[in-house]
């Protein structure tokens, strides 16, 4: 299970290939068949299309998500918006209890609503800081598996080929018929 767990983020990038080349297979074909196009050119049109897609959906998804917590992190930190927010969350409570609260019972509400916006701004912190690392490495992801792509896409047929040659025939027999 450990080598598992060592081994699947290196094939993740080539089995999503593989999978999106064999999902592009059917629609290649119906075009192939229409126009008379080359299937490996329209399979690897397909492939490429949909991983174009793909990532520039992670992208700006990833791109608002970093932006709305850089501007949240940065307005609670202009001026003294943490203030005015703890005098927010104080003055219910001396709604409810009368004119004004115990000098006692203020300080604590003060000092454990400083102590949560403090976690929440550290919590952002470390939220942009793992976004700064995890994007090379999406980067690279993205790189190994459009160049995976490209090659699944343009052999497929031959790679399936190699597959089927490899596994016991009993097993290639349930994969034709699935």
């Given at each position: 299970?450990?080598?598992?767990?060592?081994?699947?983020?290196?094939?993740?990038?080539?089995?999503?290939?593989?999978?999106?080349?064999?999902?592009?297979?059917?629609?290649?074909?119906?075009?192939?068949?229409?126009?008379?196009?080359?299937?490996?050119?329209?399979?690897?049109?397909?492939?490429?299309?949909?991983?174009?897609?793909?990532?520039?959906?992670?992208?700006?998804?990833?791109?608002?998500?970093?932006?709305?917590?850089?501007?949240?992190?940065?307005?609670?930190l202009e001026g003294d918006k943490i203030?005015?927010?703890?005098?927010?969350?104080?003055?219910?409570?001396?709604?409810?209890?009368?004119?004004?609260?115990?000098?006692?019972?203020?300080?604590?509400?003060?000092?454990?609503?400083?102590?949560?916006?403090?976690?929440?701004?550290?919590?952002?912190?470390?939220?942009?800081?793992?976004?700064?690392?995890?994007?090379?490495?999406?980067?690279?992801?993205?790189?190994?598996?459009?160049?995976?792509?490209?090659?699944?896409?343009?052999?497929?047929?031959?790679?399936?080929?190699?597959?089927?040659?490899?596994?016991?025939?009993?097993?290639?027999?349930?994969?034709?018929?699935?």
């Amino acid at each position: 299970m450990v080598v598992l767990d060592h081994i699947f983020p290196v094939l993740l990038p080539f089995m999503i290939s593989y999978a999106i080349a064999c999902l592009t297979t059917a629609p290649a074909i119906k075009i192939e068949q229409r126009t008379g196009a080359s299937r490996r050119k329209l399979r690897l049109f397909i492939s490429l299309f949909s991983l174009l897609v793909l990532s520039l959906l992670i992208f700006f998804i990833g791109r608002y998500s970093l932006i709305t917590v850089w501007e949240i992190a940065k307005n609670l930190l202009e001026g003294d918006k943490i203030s005015g927010l703890i005098s927010g969350v104080l003055d219910p409570m001396e709604s409810i209890f009368g004119s004004s609260l115990p000098d006692e019972i203020k300080s604590q509400l003060t000092d454990a609503a400083r102590a949560f916006f403090s976690k929440i701004i550290s919590a952002l912190g470390t939220l942009v800081s793992s976004a700064a690392v995890f994007l090379p490495k999406l980067f690279l992801f993205l790189v190994v598996t459009l160049i995976s792509l490209v090659y699944f896409s343009l052999d497929l047929e031959d790679l399936n080929a190699k597959i089927k040659s490899v596994l016991p025939e009993s097993f290639g027999k349930k994969l034709t018929s699935a």
